[in-house]
């Protein structure tokens, strides 16, 4: 094998420094395309081996790329006389000098170490590190038994997660996308196995190509499927208070000639049970309000897919329609209520009926097209339309020694999107280049009645309708400075025009229009084990569409919850310093957060009771550190994360400050045991301390969990919270207002999922162009 010192033997070593856009504009002429096939000292292909193009004359970095399964891999933009490097975990590794457009067959040799007559293999790290965030492969991976993409996701690097809810330490609730096609409803992740997944990218920087309320993605890539037939099949059960189930089947073809089509249906239930206790206290503390709860939720979902996708060669088209309905959602609660307000009441009882039921259709279709003498431009288009309709009705009866009221509430809502989005990219030697646009229209609608038996309804009947036109506009460039430095430079406009219309009649004080600009710019180096990165960013968060609305709703004898429609988009700029090393990570972070938007109470002394609703707070700051730590110990791999946030916030009339820190800390292990079984131990626990003005009085939670696999069947049970220490405790304190509620239930249960599997799942390629407005509507 041809090592690096010979091929850089009397080489010039003399850095030359050209003018990027020189290099933009010559690179595309002289640049060629590079391939081979990489196996191992038995013959056998070598998949995801990596393999990485090294400057002839200083052995800079240029680009990368790793081998498919086949142990294949392509690279462009090479010179003659340029160097391929390539490496693999327990592999020697290997440099081979570039002098046509085929390297033939490259052969591994193992890198076992020999101590004594003790042979030390280190373990594979499945995990790795770059300037967006993390990149964690699946093949090979424990991980990859789990059963569903939800099970394995949950035990990555930097999440946290409880049930089917997942967030990213220290960035909040993630977009989800599967081949970037995005995930609406968390519940799609158990569909999917784990099994079929080949990598999955946590991104912690995501920059000015995801929509404006984005701090963190995760993109789960599904391994390719073979020409023929390809199915899953699964069933699960949740054992509990209120136990339920869940199947589904999704099926798909592939034709040898590129043709692919698609179809699913799934069926999921959901519920739980809590019992609680509320205590409100307000009007100068002269009145206070004890509620003993117990409630129930339960529901139904049902989701139907079906598609068509045509690739022809890197080429790919592609239709979608998804059909999802809740034909039942109810909610119920019993409360025991003593209050002071009124003392010839102040012991009442109190029953309390949601039902709700929505039905959505979306539509999606894309186009990829990849152009160019060597394939380096990319053009990707995607529309969107959605429409959603729901119905909610409430019934609310109140009984005390000389009292009695029926309270009821009923709501309608629909909407309307239409949206399109278009990306250009362009991939060059040390630099790549976006270029994107979007557009969307969003029309929703929604009426409100309510009654209360003794016509002493708080609010007026009302219609509201809300359209917003929103445009944006993007460049993102990518700088490969060295083999070691790069840069990223971003930039997003978005332009916004929202009417809101009340009862026919257009309100000017709500109807706005805006423009935010919304930079990314960032230095990064990374050498080995070592990785460091600096940014600065900027992100806007929008109000849901019901919390803009100008319905209310009952929450207690002296409580209501209201829209806000004088809500405003907030504004966060951040500065991140991310460091790691090995297996060891950190992230510090100084963020100015201006028109957050939270949960507040105060109080309507004409009607003696507390208004719940949605504010933008003051600017104010905050600091926050993300630390990790991964091992490997024998059977045993920890992974230990903790985050610690610190604010400066005052708010409230009168005045309150918010600034107790709130410290976090996630614990999961994994233990290898024999006949393929893996054992899973996780913990959380959250300290007293405030994130905006909610005050967490702090809470532990543990599971474990057991999975096996047989084959193209995967079995596994898990048991959440497994001694019933989880309990929801949370104080809000906001103009002179207190509210505080201790909830525990709902978590407790026993999970059994049990997925067959056939060939690979038919992976569908399409974006979605407005992520955002689906998640508002």
Same mark, same amino acid.
């Given at each position: 094998?041809?090592?690096?010192?010979?091929?850089?033997?009397?080489?010039?070593?003399?850095?030359?420094?050209?003018?990027?856009?020189?290099?933009?504009?010559?690179?595309?002429?002289?640049?060629?395309?590079?391939?081979?096939?990489?196996?191992?000292?038995?013959?056998?292909?070598?998949?995801?081996?990596?393999?990485?193009?090294?400057?002839?004359?200083?052995?800079?970095?240029?680009?990368?790329?790793?081998?498919?399964?086949?142990?294949?891999?392509?690279?462009?933009?090479?010179?003659?006389?340029?160097?391929?490097?390539?490496?693999?975990?327990?592999?020697?590794?290997?440099?081979?000098?570039?002098?046509?457009?085929?390297?033939?067959?490259?052969?591994?040799?193992?890198?076992?170490?020999?101590?004594?007559?003790?042979?030390?293999?280190?373990?594979?790290?499945?995990?790795?590190?770059?300037?967006?965030?993390?990149?964690?492969?699946?093949?090979?991976?424990?991980?990859?038994?789990?059963?569903?993409?939800?099970?394995?996701?949950?035990?990555?690097?930097?999440?946290?997660?409880?049930?089917?809810?997942?967030?990213?330490?220290?960035?909040?609730?993630?977009?989800?996308?599967? %081949?970037?096609?995005?995930?609406?409803?968390?519940?799609?992740?158990?569909?999917?196995?784990?099994?079929?997944?080949?990598?999955?990218?946590?991104?912690?920087?995501?920059?000015?190509?995801? &929509?404006?309320?984005? !701090?963190?993605?995760?993109?789960?890539?599904?391994?390719?499927?073979?020409?023929?037939?390809?199915?899953?099949?699964?069933?699960?059960?949740?054992?509990?208070?209120?136990?339920?189930?869940?199947?589904? +089947?999704?099926?798909?073809?592939?034709?040898?000639?590129? +043709?692919?089509?698609?179809?699913?249906?799934?069926?999921?239930?959901?519920?739980?049970?809590?019992?609680?206790?509320?205590? &409100?206290?307000?009007?100068?503390?002269?009145?206070?309000?004890?509620?003993?709860?117990?409630?129930?939720?339960?529901?139904?979902?049902?989701?139907?897919?079906?598609?068509?996708?045509?690739?022809?060669?890197?080429?790919?088209?592609?239709?979608?329609?998804?059909?999802?309905?809740?034909?039942?959602?109810?909610?119920?609660?019993?409360?025991?209520?003593?209050?002071?307000?009124?003392?010839?009441?102040?012991?009442?009882?109190?029953?309390?009926?949601?039902?709700?039921?929505?039905?959505?259709?979306?539509?999606?279709?894309?186009?990829?097209?990849?152009?160019?003498?060597?394939?380096?431009?990319?053009?990707?288009?995607?529309?969107? =339309?959605?429409?959603?309709?729901?119905?909610?009705?409430?019934?609310?009866?109140?009984?005390?020694?000389? =009292?009695?009221?029926?309270?009821?509430?009923?709501?309608?809502?629909?909407?309307? /999107?239409?949206?399109?989005?278009?990306?250009?990219?362009?991939?060059?030697?040390?630099?790549?280049?976006?270029?994107?646009?979007?557009?969307?229209?969003?029309?929703?609608?929604?009426?409100?009645?309510?009654?209360?038996?003794?016509?002493?309804?708080?609010?007026?009947?009302?219609?509201?309708?809300?359209?917003?036109?929103?445009?944006?506009?993007?460049?993102?460039?990518?700088?490969?400075?060295?083999?070691?430095?790069?840069?990223?430079?971003?930039?997003?406009?978005?332009?916004?025009?929202?009417?809101?219309?009340?009862?026919?009649?257009?309100?000017?004080?709500?109807?706005?229009?805006?423009?935010? $600009?919304?930079?990314?710019?960032?230095?990064?180096?990374?050498?080995?084990?070592?990785?460091?990165?600096?940014?600065?960013?900027?992100?806007?968060?929008?109000?849901?569409?019901?919390?803009?609305?100008?319905?209310?709703?009952?929450?207690?004898?002296?409580?209501?919850?209201?829209?806000?429609?004088?809500?405003?988009?907030?504004?966060?700029?951040?500065?991140?310093?991310?460091?790691?090393?090995? !297996?060891?990570?950190?992230?510090?972070?100084?963020?100015?957060?201006?028109?957050?938007?939270?949960?507040?109470?105060?109080?309507?002394?004409?009607?003696?009771?507390?208004?719940?609703?949605?504010?933008?707070?003051?600017?104010?700051?905050?600091?926050?550190?993300?630390?990790?730590?991964?091992?490997?110990?024998?059977? $045993?791999?920890?992974?230990?994360?903790?985050?610690?946030?610190?604010?400066? +916030?005052?708010?409230?009339?009168?005045?309150?400050?918010?600034?107790?820190?709130?410290? %976090?800390?996630?614990?999961?292990?994994?233990?290898?045991?024999?006949?393929?079984?893996?054992?899973?131990?996780?913990?959380? $626990?959250?300290?007293?301390?405030?994130?905006?003005?909610?005050?967490?009085?702090? =809470?532990? /939670?543990?599971?474990?969990?057991?999975?096996?696999?047989?084959?193209? $069947?995967?079995?596994?049970?898990?048991?959440?919270?497994?001694?019933?220490?989880?309990?929801? !405790?949370?104080?809000? &304190?906001?103009?002179?207002?207190?509210?505080?509620? %201790?909830?525990?239930?709902?978590?407790?249960?026993?999970?059994?999922?049990?997925?067959?599997?056939? %060939?690979?799942?038919?992976? =569908?390629?399409?974006?979605?162009?407005?992520?955002?407005?689906?998640?508002? /509507?």
């Amino acid at each position: 094998m041809v090592t690096l010192t010979k091929i850089l033997k009397e080489k010039i070593m003399k850095k030359k420094i050209l003018l990027p856009f020189l290099c933009i504009a010559t690179m595309p002429v002289m640049a060629q395309h590079i391939t081979g096939k990489i196996i191992n000292e038995q013959g056998e292909a070598l998949p995801y081996a990596n393999v990485f193009l090294l400057n002839q004359q200083d052995s800079t970095f240029i680009k990368g790329t790793v081998s498919d399964e086949a142990g294949v891999f392509s690279v462009d933009g090479y010179f003659k006389g340029d160097i391929l490097k390539v490496s693999a975990m327990g592999y020697k590794t290997s440099y081979l000098p570039c002098q046509s457009d085929s390297v033939g067959i490259i052969a591994m040799q193992e890198d076992t170490k020999l101590l004594g007559e003790v042979v030390v293999k280190g373990h594979r790290n499945y995990v790795k590190s770059n300037n967006m965030g993390l990149n964690i492969s699946m093949i090979g991976n424990p991980l990859s038994k789990l059963g569903s993409a939800i099970d394995a996701i949950k035990q990555m690097p930097l999440i946290s997660g409880i049930g089917n809810n997942i967030s990213v330490l220290g960035k909040g609730t993630p977009e989800i996308y599967i %081949n970037h096609r995005k995930v609406r409803d968390n519940s799609e992740l158990q569909q999917l196995s784990s099994q079929n997944i080949e990598r999955v990218e946590i991104i912690t920087n995501p920059g000015a190509k995801y &929509e404006a309320d984005v !701090k963190s993605v995760i993109i789960i890539h599904t391994k390719k499927q073979d020409a023929g037939w390809a199915g899953l099949a699964k069933a699960g059960a949740t054992l509990s208070d209120v136990s339920y189930g869940r199947t589904g +089947l999704d099926l798909s073809w592939t034709g040898s000639n590129g +043709l692919g089509v698609y179809a699913g249906a799934n069926y999921a239930g959901d519920g739980e049970k809590q019992t609680g206790y509320y205590l &409100e206290k307000f009007g100068n503390n002269e009145y206070e309000t004890k509620t003993n709860t117990t409630y129930e939720n339960r529901a139904h979902k049902l989701n139907a897919n079906i598609g068509a996708s045509y690739d022809f060669g890197a080429n790919s088209l592609g239709i979608r329609y998804e059909f999802s309905r809740k034909p039942k959602g109810k909610y119920s609660s019993t409360n025991d209520i003593q209050t002071n307000v009124e003392p010839e009441n102040a012991q009442l009882e109190s029953t309390s009926e949601q039902s709700k039921q929505n039905t959505r259709h979306y539509l999606n279709s894309y186009a990829i097209l990849k152009f160019g003498e060597k394939k380096n431009y990319l053009l990707a288009a995607d529309v969107d =339309y959605l429409y959603n309709f729901s119905n909610e009705l409430s019934d609310v009866n109140e009984q005390g020694e000389n =009292y009695a009221n029926h309270i009821g509430t009923v709501s309608h809502s629909n909407n309307h /999107l239409v949206a399109g989005k278009t990306n250009f990219t362009a991939s060059w030697k040390a630099v790549t280049l976006d270029l994107g646009v979007q557009y969307s229209y969003t029309k929703t609608r929604q009426s409100f009645e309510g009654s209360t038996s003794n016509d002493e309804a708080l609010f007026d009947a009302s219609r509201d309708e809300e359209r917003q036109h929103l445009t944006a506009g993007y460049i993102t460039v990518n700088w490969q400075l060295s083999s070691a430095w790069s840069a990223r430079t971003e930039l997003r406009v978005e332009n916004t025009d929202f009417a809101y219309i009340l009862n026919g009649e257009k309100v000017a004080e709500q109807s706005k229009s805006f423009t935010d $600009w919304l930079p990314y710019v960032s230095i990064d180096y990374q050498n080995g084990n070592l990785s460091l990165g600096l940014s600065y960013s900027a992100s806007v968060d929008r109000p849901s569409y019901s919390m803009l609305s100008n319905t209310y709703s009952y929450a207690s004898h002296t409580s209501w919850m209201l829209g806000n429609p004088l809500l405003k988009s907030s504004l966060e700029r951040e500065l991140s310093l991310d460091v790691s090393y090995r !297996k060891t990570s950190l992230s510090l972070s100084y963020v100015h957060s201006m028109r957050e938007l939270a949960t507040t109470y105060s109080y309507m002394e004409t009607k003696k009771v507390n208004i719940i609703k949605n504010v933008n707070l003051p600017s104010y700051d905050y600091f926050q550190m993300v630390a990790g730590q991964r091992l490997d110990i024998g059977i $045993w791999h920890p992974t230990l994360h903790g985050v610690l946030r610190l604010q400066k +916030l005052e708010y409230g009339n009168p005045e309150k400050s918010y600034n107790k820190p709130l410290f %976090n800390m996630t614990m999961r292990n994994r233990f290898d045991l024999p006949w393929g079984i893996y054992a899973y131990f996780d913990g959380i $626990w959250v300290s007293k301390g405030y994130s905006a003005t909610n005050y967490t009085k702090g =809470y532990v /939670l543990l599971d474990m969990g057991l999975n096996k696999s047989l084959g193209n $069947w995967a079995f596994t049970i898990y048991w959440n919270d497994s001694f019933k220490l989880w309990r929801q !405790k949370n104080l809000i &304190e906001t103009n002179g207002v207190s509210f505080y509620q %201790n909830l525990k239930g709902g978590v407790h249960n026993v999970s059994l999922n049990v997925t067959y599997s056939f %060939n690979k799942k038919k992976s =569908y390629r399409g974006k979605g162009a407005a992520r955002e407005e689906i998640n508002r /509507l």
